[in-house]
């Protein structure tokens, strides 16, 4: 019964935590560790830097459609401190799959497994995009409307955001 009640506990506790997430308002702390396993990536950690957190699967054909539009936005965009993390939300046996999709992209590339997200709330869409400006501000809640992010909407939202620092 004890474990119950820890577990219901638990379960309100990150709900409240994600409830509280909103644009405009700060995020909660993410923590990857990468696929290659020697770097971590760590929210709190990126000062300056604007960064889209995006959550997808191998098997989400729509996250297969956005991840290009991600990369190419970042590439034209990297010098600019802009930081892109892609969380797969595949099992871990799935790992072999993830890394050779992975393979195909530059940005920072992490399993669900190996992340710490709780503050976002549950991920029950794919694919799920959130932006982060300098500052640790939530600007793109990728739990509220549509779920993909297009080139367009990445240079409406996220360019304005990359240019205050310059």
Not at 120 to 148: C, E, H, S, Y
Request: glycine share 4%; charged share 25%; proline share 4%.
């Amino acid at each position: 019964m004890k474990s119950l009640i820890l577990m219901a506990y638990v379960a309100i506790g990150s709900n409240v935590m994600a409830a509280d997430l909103s644009v405009g308002h700060s995020v909660p702390d993410i923590r990857a560790t990468l696929l290659d396993s020697t770097e971590v990536f760590q929210l709190s950690q990126q000062h300056d830097k604007t960064v889209i957190v995006n959550f997808w699967a191998t098997w989400c054909a729509p996250c297969k459609e956005e991840m290009p539009a991600l990369q190419a936005y970042a590439d034209k965009h990297k010098s600019e401190g802009l930081t892109v993390l892609a969380i797969s939300m595949d099992d871990p046996r799935d790992l072999p799959e993830v890394r050779r999709i992975a393979q195909q992209y530059r940005f920072q590339v992490a399993l669900k497994s190996d992340a710490n997200f709780k503050g976002l709330g549950r991920i029950w869409r794919m694919p799920t995009t959130f932006v982060i400006d300098r500052d640790g501000i939530l600007r793109k809640n990728g739990q509220v409307g549509d779920a993909a992010i297009t080139l367009t909407e990445l240079e409406s939202l996220v360019t304005p955001l990359l240019k205050k620092a310059q």
